[in-house]
């Protein structure tokens, strides 16, 4: 089945390249040069996936993004960012980014990050399967959909991935850069992707994201999963 791949950037040099690239490796692309286009093209068909350039005029990425995940909580985007900038990348998984690649970049490289962003969404052989549990936390690995009691979690690409991952390796500590390696696929990257995506998963799920029961942290290793039952 074909996926359908928005790109969101107001250089239409860079535009043109990754539209290229995208459509060599079987994407259908929709090319828009603002935010607000962006929004408006969503809305008439929301894609598989969107690439989203960060700094943009008028509605910028951060905007764009937030409001997207507002109107469809589990669109899978990946970020465009400044080289180096990490105040950038930071704001711009705080928002709900999946991913991102720092300009300037790769087309090849970001037709992979595509490619393991859309692969995590169809759940791959190497994650979680079934369904896992642990108080009033459910995680459906293979339907992809988790809830806390009765209500949905809109969780992200990276998050549901993230969650599914501890819930299914209770109680041992993972490092940042092995949690990179597991759940991203990245060999290297910034350790910050790690940090923001747990404390986004601690304000779903915990009672009191401040002080953390679930996925604690372990001090000068990264983080750990203590389930209800353990404690």
């Not at 169809?122 to 936390?137: E, I, K, T």
């Not at 809109?154 to 990179?180: C, H, I, K, Q, Y």
Request: hydrophobic letters at 40%; charged letters at 35%.
């Amino acid at each position: 089945m074909e996926r359908y791949v928005l790109v969101v950037d107001d250089d239409r040099t860079v535009s043109d390249v990754v539209r290229r690239y995208l459509e060599q490796d079987g994407y259908r692309v929709r090319l828009s040069f603002d935010g607000a286009d962006a929004l408006i093209a969503a809305g008439e068909q929301p894609p598989d996936l969107v690439v989203l350039d960060l700094m943009m005029p008028g509605l910028d990425g951060i905007e764009v993004c937030r409001r997207l995940r507002r109107r469809l909580p589990g669109l899978p985007v990946v970020m465009l960012t400044a080289l180096g900038d990490e105040a950038d990348r930071v704001a711009g998984l705080e928002v709900g980014a999946d991913d991102y690649v720092t300009k300037p970049f790769s087309p090849r490289e970001l037709v992979l990050r595509i490619r393991s962003v859309l692969r995590r969404t169809a759940r791959d052989d190497r994650g979680p399967a079934g369904v896992l549990r642990d108080g009033d936390l459910t995680v459906d690995a293979d339907r992809r959909v988790a809830e806390r009691g009765d209500d949905p979690l809109a969780l992200t690409v990276r998050e549901f991935d993230l969650l599914a991952f501890l819930l299914a390796n209770p109680g041992r500590a993972w490092s940042r850069a092995e949690l990179l390696d597991r759940v991203w696929g990245w060999r290297f990257g910034d350790q910050s992707t790690v940090t923001v995506h747990v404390r986004r998963l601690r304000e779903k799920i915990e009672d009191r994201p401040a002080q953390p029961c679930r996925i604690v942290t372990v001090w000068g290793v990264g983080y750990r999963y203590e389930p209800l039952a353990s404690r």
